[in-house]
């Protein structure tokens, strides 16, 4: 069974500083990884993927989240908060070719401190 | 990138009546999309799978005679909400992959559409 956990609702911290969003999965297969990020009254935009290449991966707008098999999570992570990065973060595991089964984390909140 | 387009971006309408909510998918062909709600601080909930050319998948609990999803082409795919009623606002967006993509592609998703029913 697929499930992917969140582990914080709410993180806040001060424009500059660093950002990191937790994420814990569960598989039974090798699944595909992802996070996107949602802005009020938004769709969710893809901010990166992992699709069982490199386990770095490097998105948009300076984010970046490792792969851990070992630890089964997959850390949303960015050296240097910006005010514009306030939002809604989910993320998301697929199992491979199934996009029907996808499951989404119950997201994550950001808010920048001036 | 891939580009999928969900309009209206905001309807209001009034109890009874029915609201039609497009998903395009502009720069690739999608055979499959899927239909998610989204209420008030909380995850996506998948009410249904569009399948172009064929009826759609509905997950338990989606009544399919409320939610009306007509997939006719492999770049568009309707939401009909019939006879709308207040617990029917909520959040609706759309999301589709590229057809032509490997299987473990991400999915693209609309930019919503916030329904109020007065």
């Known amino acids: 069974a697929q499930s992917v956990t969140q582990l914080d609702s709410h993180v806040s911290v001060s424009e500059g500083t660093p950002v990191l969003l937790r994420c814990n999965y569960s598989?039974?297969?090798?699944?595909?990884l992802f996070w996107y990020v949602q802005h009020p009254n938004k769709g969710l935009q893809l901010l990166l993927k992992y699709t069982s290449a490199a386990t770095l991966v490097k998105g948009i707008n300076g984010f970046e989240a490792e792969f851990k098999k070992s630890e089964t999570s997959f850390h949303l992570t960015k050296p240097s908060a910006h005010m514009s990065d306030a939002a809604e973060y989910f993320c998301?595991?697929?199992?491979?070719?199934?996009?029907?089964?996808?499951?989404f984390g119950s997201g994550t909140r950001l808010s920048i401190r001036p | 990138g891939a580009v999928v387009s969900q309009h209206p971006s905001r309807v209001i309408c009034k109890s009874g009546t029915s609201v039609k909510i497009e998903c395009r998918s502009l720069d690739f062909q999608a055979t499959t999309m899927f239909w998610y709600r989204q209420f008030p601080k909380q995850s996506l909930m998948l009410m249904a799978t569009?399948?172009?050319?064929?009826?759609?998948?509905?997950e338990q609990g989606v009544e399919k005679d409320k939610f009306l999803i007509n997939h006719a082409s492999l770049t568009l795919s309707t939401l009909t909400v019939t006879s709308a009623h207040p617990e029917d606002s909520s959040f609706y967006i759309c999301?589709?992959?590229?057809?032509?993509?490997?299987?473990?592609?991400?999915?693209?998703f609309g930019n919503g559409t916030r329904l109020t029913v007065t």
């Open positions: 569009s399948n172009e050319g064929s009826k759609a998948t509905y």
């Open positions: 999301s589709a992959r590229d057809s032509g993509e490997s299987g473990n592609s991400p999915l693209h």
């Open positions: 598989s039974s297969y090798s699944p595909s």
């Open positions: 998301v595991v697929m199992p491979y070719s199934s996009a029907s089964k996808i499951i």
